[in-house]
């Protein structure tokens, strides 16, 4: 009788254990998976490397919100001009690579708590005898990102007001684009974010004319319907900002 006990509690034991590894494996298998669309040639927030491989600042720390919160995370190289669309026809789930929160964007979709900011520089060739104000002044080129914030201040500054003439804009494909645009002398000067722009001109051949204090912030990019997912992101940015992991992650991409 005894022995039958114990293989009824044996039984009962194996039962537990095995409803227990199904719903870990049930709960695993559920795990929901975002997409984040990503500037392919932006860093040091978002780039793919040597490899091949999504890699920056942003993709890190990502990378630990998902793991924080609980989702799973796909980074998606989108051309930069037609990322929000993207974002808007749900071909990608949110924007997490250098995405400066704008009147202009706030139209169309949502931002999270800001984690970054940022102003702008004036980059020429390192012989130019521009500065600031004459680089800016309409008689010479200017190359600009297609789609970045930086352009938008162009618009709205400038051309709008008649200081810059669309023949002397120059939309280019990237950032770093816009940068070699001036590097080969196709372009006379270009506008971007001061951290990019900083970093990428290292060891060429290129100045920072000057800095015009923008104000603006990085946040991650969702739908304006997708409140879940930005109340997720909101407290995994704040998670991460509380962390030690966050200055390590600024040491690594930034400093």
Known sequence: MRGKKLVIVGIFSLLVIL???GSISSLAAEKKVYINGIDADFPPFAYIDEKGNPVGFDIDCVNWIAEEMGFEVKHQPISWDTIIPNLTAKKIDFIASGLSITEERKKVIAFTIPYWEIDFVVVAREDSTLNIITALSGKYTLAVSRGCSAQEW?????????????DKFVNCESALMAL????SGRSDSTIGDDVMLGLAIKGKPLKIL?????????GYGVRKDDQELKEI???GIR???KSPKWEELKAKWIS
């Open 154 to 166: 162009v618009q709205g500054n400038l051309v709008k007001e008649g200081i810059f003439g669309e």
């Open 239 to 241: 998670r991460l900002m």
């Open 19 to 21: 409803l227990t590894i």
């Open 180 to 183: 070699n645009d001036v590097a």
């Open 210 to 218: 000057g800095t015009i204090k923008t104000g603006e912030t990085y």
């Open 233 to 235: 992101l909101d407290e």
